[in-house]
């Protein structure tokens, strides 16, 4: 114990000597943070009518609120959950309510035009609005110098675990930009460490990203710009991840990435044996969902894939996007294999899969796209049926080489997207299933709130009557009618009869599906008391530090 004179410290000022590191120097080290400006005593008042966000010198965690928004696909959904959890567990709040929020923290995606345009006008309204913003995901990763970003803090797609730091900096008025690749022995890897916390939008459904960036490099997707080459992660640590996810509560599984068929290859691994060692793991009733692959890099692993899809504890679902029936124009996608390809991969699949669902992509109007061209990927959609397809109009992304060639008119390529838009509506593969019985895993809440969702084995859309604890189990459902995208089931069994999924059968029954639900792993439970004995312990110890030292 350290006897402390009461003469040592006379007032609240001398905390402070002149003998303590000055903020200059504290950051002169820190290259990635930009100190604020500050600013003159007659400097003039701006001209707009944009609020100015508080500036804090000190920053209490719990003490703000941090809104999360999220544009994009469930990798970059998996990140927003990491970089969520990171921040309740050191005690910030994350609230749903923008405008009650002191800092947006918003995760933006570089697909699609419309996307990045919905992003950039959220900066300008937070900004206008008095809040601080920090910015993330794939948009400030490839596109880092764009104006509109200038001045904002900057997390890269690999920095997600730095939230924290760069959300505090950032409340104080600084602006830091970590945009780094993360490096081990000299190499690139596939980024934070997949056992951070995590607070998820789904507590049931854990998001699990394989790895990170694509082997190829298609000539219309910007993607590749910010998540780079393929890194994966290694199979333990994968694999690690899935039993600490079903020790958390969750029943279900996404494994994503920019190409899941890819993984692997960088480290002398392959999809199929990760998934082996997955479905080890998988607890009984429990499910796991294989994300988007590319056709080049699963052709060589058919017959190993068709195996695992028709594990029990693995949906019977795979999304291959095609983006084109036509061979011209997949190669000037530099897409890297052929329609017989693609054809290939769905036949020998649902012929050896039974109940297979198949899911694709088309992108309408690529710029070398002919009316010949599109009659091939309409005669293909015609003669699949996909029961999920998802149809885009080209967007031509800036620094891609697809966005130098000459445009398609925007009519035309309104209409070929209406035509297959039209043959996608006119058929209804739920038709006729009146009757059938499936078990059915109880995972979600309906778009309109009014039904809870299940899957099948096929991985079909069954809505439900929102029971109470039906979420999280396993039930028998009937079929009573159909709709384009889902059927609606009754539950035949009574609930003592439901199977339950989860492991934490108490917390997994009760639980909401929004952002801030989920219970974090070691969270502390008096965050700003916890906070407050840290600040306790720093200031001793810097007391220690000064007098004996």
């Not at 993330?136 to 110098?145: D, F, L, R």
């Not at 992108?363 to 959609?381: A, L, Q, V």
């Not at 108490?506 to 008096?526: E, M, W």
Request: neutral net charge; aromatic residues 8%.
């Amino acid at each position: 114990m350290v006897d402390l004179d009461e003469n040592d410290i006379a007032d609240i000022e001398d905390l402070i000597s002149s003998e303590d590191i000055k903020p200059k120097e504290r950051y002169k080290n820190k290259k990635n943070v930009t100190l604020r400006a500050r600013k003159k005593a007659n400097q003039s008042a701006a001209t707009d009518t944009s609020e100015t966000a508080p500036i804090l010198e000190s920053v209490v965690p719990g003490t703000q609120k941090i809104y999360l928004r999220t544009w994009g696909c469930s990798h970059n959904n998996s990140d927003s959950e990491y970089m969520a959890g990171q921040l309740a567990a050191y005690g910030y709040q994350l609230t749903e309510n923008a405008s009650d929020a002191h800092l947006w923290l918003l995760n933006s995606c570089t697909v699609k035009n419309p996307s990045e345009d919905t992003f950039r006008n959220e900066i300008e309204n937070g900004v206008r609005t008095g809040k601080h913003v920090v910015v993330a995901g794939c948009v400030p990763q490839g596109a880092p110098k764009s104006n509109y970003l200038k001045g904002l803090s900057v997390i890269g797609v690999q920095q997600i675990d730095r939230v924290v730091e760069v959300v505090e900096e950032t409340l104080k008025g600084h602006s830091v930009r970590l945009l780094q690749n993360k490096k081990e022995d000299g190499h690139r890897i596939a980024g934070a460490k997949l056992a951070l916390p995590k607070v998820r939008k789904n507590p049931l459904i854990e998001i699990i990203a394989i790895n990170t960036g694509c082997l190829n490099q298609c000539t219309y997707c910007k993607t590749k710009h910010a998540r780079g080459d393929l890194a994966s992660y290694s199979p333990n640590e994968i694999v690690d991840r899935a039993k600490q996810a079903f020790e958390e509560g969750v029943c279900e599984i996404w494994l994503t990435s920019e190409d899941t068929g890819a993984y692997g290859r960088d480290i002398g691994s392959s999809l199929p044996e990760l998934l082996w060692k997955l479905v080890e793991v998988i607890p009984e009733n429990c499910m796991l969902r294989v994300g988007m692959t590319n056709p080049p890099y699963i052709l060589e692993h058919l017959n190993e894939i068709s195996k695992i899809l028709l594990h029990p504890r693995v949906y019977s679902f795979l999304h291959v996007p095609v983006q084109s029936g036509s061979d011209a124009v997949l190669a000037d996608m530099k897409r890297e294999y052929c329609r017989s390809d693609f054809e290939h991969v769905v036949d020998f699949l649902k012929e050896r899969v039974e109940g297979l669902t198949i899911a694709t992509d088309i992108i309408c109007g690529f710029p070398s796209e002919t009316e010949k061209d599109f009659e091939e990927t309409m005669n293909m959609c015609e003669k699949y049926r996909f029961p999920s397809l998802f149809i885009n109009q080209f967007f031509p992304r800036p620094g891609t080489p697809a966005a130098k060639m000459a445009r398609i008119p925007a009519d035309l390529v309104k209409r070929r997207t209406k035509r297959l838009t039209e043959l996608f509506n006119s058929y209804t593969p739920y038709a006729g299933r009146e009757g059938q019985v499936y078990n059915v895993l109880v995972t979600e809440i309906s778009h309109d709130t009014l039904h809870y969702v299940g899957h099948n084995k096929s991985y079909e859309q069954i809505l439900l009557p929102m029971k109470k604890n039906l979420l999280g189990k396993s039930v028998r459902v009937r079929i009573t009618s159909s709709t384009k995208f889902s059927m609606v089931g009754e539950i035949l069994d009574n609930e003592q009869n439901w199977t339950e999924c989860s492991q934490l059968t108490s917390k997994s029954t009760n639980v909401g599906i929004n952002l801030g639900t989920c219970a974090i792993k070691n969270a502390p439970k008096d965050k700003l008391g916890i906070a407050l004995l840290f600040g306790i312990i720093a200031f001793v110890l810097q007391f220690i530090w000064k007098r004996f030292w």
